[in-house]
Each structure stands twice: as structure tokens, then as C-alpha cells.
């Protein structure tokens, strides 16, 4: 083929979730959109805090235009940098300085970026733990290095820690994790970073190299019931974290986050410039102007977090009573359900005759599992009950 066919073949096959997406939006035209209940995509339904329109609003009358869109320094202003570092060590008792962060195109420029600039070898491997968020792989393999994924603990979502560590070895670079999580809403516990960090830091040394984890928080924010989410840069030296605004200020499409990268991690200066290296050669330039002027006023706002919590109770209450098997989200806004067949595939075929649009979780690694994404309409939760009973019917 004269074109790139690893290129090639992303850009011809839509992700199953868009897949879905789509379809949704064929079926609204033709049996009317109250009778379609599309709970596959993770786009924010809760609207912006105030203080995202407030400053746009601002920031449009009293910056000139070079100020407002222009150009910025390619890892990111200095006053956006500053609010975030003074935010966290705040929030965290961390000691953060500005230098520190590089402001990204959102999670998943922050996590290509990252892979690009700790893989140096197509026998470099990362690994991600099931369930798992599935373009983890489509952005390590542009990198040459390959994806190994542990199994789901399917009991409590944690880690399987005797999976990963037979499959951690000499050729490992990171590890990806991802809590809050999607798909599954679990959120990784105190004593499961600890863990972690214990068996990460043993396996450092036995191959002599550092091997970091990737935290990939974008929804660091969004957690029920007062749980609580380790801030892992405490707990392990080697971390990049990488953020994203998309949940926390339900700011998707404006394409804005950060790589964190702590003077803590190994040679952190030459990580810090590999970071920066990686950005200019996947061609990000610098993060949008003026969402990066907004976050620096936004710190520490979020939507509605209980609006998500109201739909989580909801849904969580309507399925369990109906006699799904569902794990109790502690965090993000997907429910994880047990599929009523093997094949979550087949499942989620047969629930799209009821126009219920669900998503299998066999592309997030844990098959016999579908994701029910809620940040949705709460009424289109309350309508689509009749739905999941006649589903559910079908299999009795
Ligand atoms: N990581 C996870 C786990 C996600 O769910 C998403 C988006 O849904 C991303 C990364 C990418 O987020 P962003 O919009 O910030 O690129």
C-alpha cells in the first residue's frame, strides 16, 4: 500500500463507541429520539461551572487579540502553569513548581505525548490493567512499543497484582492507570496504589531501570460518597500524570489538560524535555490560548458532580431491581453491568433491538461486561427501565 496501513486502517474503522454513536442518531430520525436511549458515549451532560463562561466573557473583552489568540509558549503560560502547581500543592500538600507541567491538547494528547517520550525501542512495553480505556493501544503502538493488558479483578475492579507481576519484565516502561475508571467506575484505593508502588519499585530494581506509571486522571474529580482518590505522585516517584479538564469542567471539544512531571521521577529534567520533544514532533505546537487562560482562573471548579451521583442512583436502584448484576461506581459516570450472555457483544446486538444503545466492554479487555455510560438526561434513564426489563425478559 502507498499510504501508511497502520494510519490507514485507524482511519477507516470508526471506534465501536462513535460506531454506536451514529447508529443512535439514525434510529432517533426514524422511531423518534425519546424511543432511542443511547447510553453509549462519555460526553459531560452536566454544564460548565459559572466560571468557564464568566471568564471567556472577560478574557474576550480585556485581552487584545494576540494576548487572547495568539501563539503561547509551547509548554503552556507560565500564569496557567503557576495556578495549576499552586492549586494541587494546596490541595495535596505537594510541592509542585510550574516547570513542572506541560500544558496538552487534553488526556489523550497528554498520554500520546507521554508514551512518546519514554518509549525508545519497538521491544518497550506497556501495560494496562482490564477494563481498560481502549485507545491506550492505538497511541503506545504509534510509538512502536505494544500494549500488554492484565485481567479485570472483576470483584472489586481493582488490580489482579499476581497477574501484573508475571507480566511486568525487563522490557516493561510504564504502567497505565486510570481511576476514577472507565469502564468500570471503581476507584483505585490507598492500599491498591501502595501495592503498586511496592511491587513497581522491587521490579526497578531487579531490571535496574526506572518503570513509571502513567496516571491518567480525567476524572480525578468525579467521585461519590466522600471517596477518596490517592494523588499518586505521594506514593511513587516515577509518575506522570496526566490530566484532562474534558470531565472535571465538562469542556470536551475545547481540548485542554496537562502532563505533570515531578522532580521526583527519574533524571526528571531530561523527562521534562523528552515531554516537551514529543509534543513538537506529534505537532501540538501549544495548547488552545484561551482555554488555557481559562483554566488557570477555574481551578479547583467542577460541574454538578451530584447531578452524575442523582444518575448513578438512579440507574444503579432501576437495573439492580430489574435483576442486573452491577458494580456500584464509586467514581466517573459508567456502570459496569454483567452481561446477560457470554458473548457481551451479542448482548449488546439483542438490546439495540430494543433501542438500547449499550456498549460491550470486550474493547476494554474484560469480556461477559457491557458499559452503560450515564451523563445522560435523568428522564431518558427513567424512560429506558421498560426497555432494560423487556431485555432482561428475554433471557429468563
Ligand atoms: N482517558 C480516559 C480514561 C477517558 O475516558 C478519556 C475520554 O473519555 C480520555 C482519556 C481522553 O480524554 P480527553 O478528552 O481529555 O482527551
Given at each position: 500500500m502507498i499510504y501508511n496501513e497502520q494510519m490507514?486502517?485507524?482511519?477507516?474503522?470508526?471506534?465501536?463507541?462513535?460506531?454506536?454513536?451514529?447508529?443512535?442518531?439514525?434510529?432517533?430520525?426514524?422511531?423518534?429520539?425519546?424511543?432511542?436511549?443511547?447510553f453509549s458515549l462519555g460526553n459531560p451532560t452536566v454544564p460548565a461551572p459559572d466560571c468557564v463562561?464568566?471568564?471567556?466573557?472577560?478574557?474576550?473583552?480585556?485581552?487584545?487579540?494576540?494576548?487572547?489568540?495568539?501563539?503561547?509558549?509551547?509548554?503552556?503560560?507560565?500564569?496557567?502553569?503557576?495556578?495549576?502547581?499552586?492549586?494541587?500543592?494546596?490541595?495535596?500538600?505537594?510541592?509542585?513548581?510550574?516547570?513542572?507541567?506541560?500544558?496538552?491538547?487534553?488526556?489523550?494528547?497528554?498520554?500520546?505525548?507521554?508514551?512518546?517520550?519514554?518509549?525508545?525501542?519497538?521491544?518497550?512495553?506497556?501495560?494496562a490493567i482490564a477494563p481498560f480505556f481502549p485507545e491506550y493501544k492505538v497511541f503506545?503502538?504509534?510509538?512502536?512499543?505494544?500494549?500488554?493488558?492484565?485481567?479485570?479483578?472483576?470483584?472489586?475492579?481493582?488490580?489482579?497484582?499476581a497477574a501484573l507481576e508475571q507480566m511486568v519484565n525487563v522490557h516493561t516502561k510504564g504502567v497505565i492507570i486510570n481511576s476514577p475508571n472507565n469502564p468500570s467506575g471503581a476507584v483505585y484505593s490507598v492500599q491498591t496504589i501502595e501495592r503498586l508502588a511496592k511491587l513497581l519499585g522491587e521490579k526497578e530494581k531487579e531490571y535496574g531501570h526506572p518503570i513509571f506509571i502513567i496516571a491518567d486522571e480525567p476524572y480525578r474529580e468525579i467521585v461519590y460518597d466522600g471517596v477518596e482518590v490517592p494523588f499518586v505522585t505521594k506514593y511513587y516517584n516515577n509518575t506522570l500524570v496526566c490530566y484532562s479538564y474534558s470531565k472535571s469542567l465538562s469542556l470536551p471539544g475545547e481540548r485542554i489538560g496537562y502532563i505533570l512531571v515531578p522532580q521526583e521521577a527519574y533524571d526528571s529534567k531530561a523527562?521534562?524535555?523528552?515531554?516537551?520533544?514529543?509534543?513538537?514532533?506529534?505537532?501540538?505546537?501549544?495548547?488552545?490560548?484561551?482555554?488555557?487562560?481559562?483554566?488557570?482562573?477555574?481551578?479547583?471548579?467542577?460541574?454538578?458532580?451530584e447531578l452524575y451521583k442523582k444518575n448513578r442512583d438512579l440507574l444503579y436502584?432501576?437495573?439492580?431491581?430489574?435483576?442486573?448484576?452491577?458494580?456500584?461506581?464509586?467514581?466517573?459516570?459508567?456502570?459496569?453491568?454483567?452481561?446477560?450472555?457470554?458473548?457481551?457483544?451479542?448482548?449488546?446486538?439483542?438490546?439495540?433491538?430494543?433501542?438500547?444503545?449499550?456498549?460491550?466492554?470486550?474493547?476494554?479487555?474484560c469480556p461477559g461486561y457491557v458499559r452503560i455510560s450515564y451523563c445522560v438526561d435523568e428522564d431518558m434513564i427513567k424512560r429506558s427501565f421498560g426497555a432494560f426489563e423487556k431485555l432482561y425478559q428475554t433471557y429468563q
Amino acid at each position: 500500500m502507498i499510504y501508511n496501513e497502520q494510519m490507514y486502517e485507524l482511519g477507516s474503522r470508526r471506534s465501536a463507541i462513535r460506531e454506536l454513536f451514529e447508529y443512535g442518531k439514525q434510529r432517533a430520525a426514524i422511531v423518534g429520539a425519546e424511543n432511542v436511549y443511547d447510553f453509549s458515549l462519555g460526553n459531560p451532560t452536566v454544564p460548565a461551572p459559572d466560571c468557564v463562561d464568566e471568564t471567556i466573557r472577560r478574557l474576550t473583552e480585556e485581552l487584545d487579540c494576540i494576548r487572547l489568540h495568539g501563539y503561547t509558549s509551547a509548554q503552556g503560560d507560565i500564569e496557567t502553569r503557576t495556578a495549576i502547581a499552586e492549586f494541587l500543592n494546596n490541595t495535596h500538600g505537594t510541592h509542585f513548581g510550574a516547570n513542572d507541567f506541560y500544558i496538552t491538547m487534553g488526556a489523550a494528547a497528554s498520554l500520546s505525548i507521554a508514551f512518546h517520550a519514554l518509549a525508545t525501542s519497538s521491544e518497550d512495553e506497556f501495560i494496562a490493567i482490564a477494563p481498560f480505556f481502549p485507545e491506550y493501544k492505538v497511541f503506545v503502538e504509534a510509538t512502536g512499543a505494544s500494549l500488554k493488558v492484565v485481567p479485570a479483578d472483576t470483584k472489586e475492579f481493582q488490580i489482579d497484582f499476581a497477574a501484573l507481576e508475571q507480566m511486568v519484565n525487563v522490557h516493561t516502561k510504564g504502567v497505565i492507570i486510570n481511576s476514577p475508571n472507565n469502564p468500570s467506575g471503581a476507584v483505585y484505593s490507598v492500599q491498591t496504589i501502595e501495592r503498586l508502588a511496592k511491587l513497581l519499585g522491587e521490579k526497578e530494581k531487579e531490571y535496574g531501570h526506572p518503570i513509571f506509571i502513567i496516571a491518567d486522571e480525567p476524572y480525578r474529580e468525579i467521585v461519590y460518597d466522600g471517596v477518596e482518590v490517592p494523588f499518586v505522585t505521594k506514593y511513587y516517584n516515577n509518575t506522570l500524570v496526566c490530566y484532562s479538564y474534558s470531565k472535571s469542567l465538562s469542556l470536551p471539544g475545547e481540548r485542554i489538560g496537562y502532563i505533570l512531571v515531578p522532580q521526583e521521577a527519574y533524571d526528571s529534567k531530561a523527562l521534562y524535555a523528552a515531554v516537551a520533544g514529543a509534543g513538537r514532533a506529534l505537532g501540538y505546537v501549544c495548547a488552545p490560548s484561551m482555554m488555557q487562560k481559562v483554566i488557570a482562573q477555574c481551578q479547583g471548579q467542577t460541574g454538578d458532580v451530584e447531578l452524575y451521583k442523582k444518575n448513578r442512583d438512579l440507574l444503579y436502584e432501576g437495573l439492580t431491581k430489574i435483576g442486573y448484576e452491577c458494580f456500584k461506581p464509586q467514581g466517573a459516570f459508567y456502570m459496569f453491568v454483567k452481561s446477560l450472555e457470554e458473548d457481551a457483544d451479542a448482548f449488546c446486538e439483542r438490546a439495540k433491538e430494543e433501542d438500547l444503545l449499550i456498549v460491550s466492554a470486550n474493547g476494554f479487555g474484560c469480556p461477559g461486561y457491557v458499559r452503560i455510560s450515564y451523563c445522560v438526561d435523568e428522564d431518558m434513564i427513567k424512560r429506558s427501565f421498560g426497555a432494560f426489563e423487556k431485555l432482561y425478559q428475554t433471557y429468563q
